[in-house]
């Protein structure tokens, strides 16, 4: 006959488990994060040392809490070290600046803004515009271009280009 002691401990172990298991299902959707993918890549020079990105973007909040976006940032791998990362152009001067440079195409989608708030579950289509210290060359030969979004209460998701 098995020992009463093995049992218990076993028991026990089970019920301990059951109960983490729950904690991490009630949880699940907790974790303030944005996901999402990059959908066109447009890039136009402005001068010989700069050029211009405009990234359309879908991005989703798959949490139960409402994501509030403190900063938006586009950065360039495989640029020189000093123009990796972009200027981001606030929502008035991507109009300016997609009017002015016609290679850039028009806009689509509006502009992901410092304030702009997603609701618990939604997908949504987005723009950003950023200037880079770059010959528009370089930044063609880039690895890829990654959007860091931040939250107000300090989460950053990452979307990145394939």
């Not at 409402?66 to 950065?75: A, E, H």
């Not at 950023?130 to 979004?149: M, N, Y």
Request: a negative charge.
């Amino acid at each position: 006959m098995k020992n009463p002691l093995y049992i218990g401990f076993a028991v026990g172990l089970v019920a301990v488990a059951i109960v983490i298991a729950g904690v991490f299902y009630m949880q699940r959707g907790a974790h303030i994060q944005v996901t999402g993918q990059i959908l066109k890549v447009r890039t136009a020079p402005l001068d010989e040392h700069s050029s211009a990105v405009v990234v359309d973007f879908r991005v989703t909040n798959p949490a139960d809490y409402p994501f509030q976006v403190n900063d938006v940032t586009v950065v360039a791998e495989g640029v020189p070290a000093g123009a990796a990362e972009g200027s981001t152009v606030s929502d008035t001067d991507a109009d300016r600046l997609l009017a002015g440079v016609p290679l850039l195409g028009q806009r689509y989608n509006p502009t992901l803004m410092a304030r702009v708030r997603l609701a618990p579950h939604q997908t949504k289509d987005f723009m950003v515009a950023a200037r880079f210290e770059a010959p528009d060359a370089e930044l063609e030969k880039r690895k890829r271009l990654i959007l860091r979004i931040s939250e107000v209460d300090g989460a950053v998701s990452e979307i990145s280009e394939k």
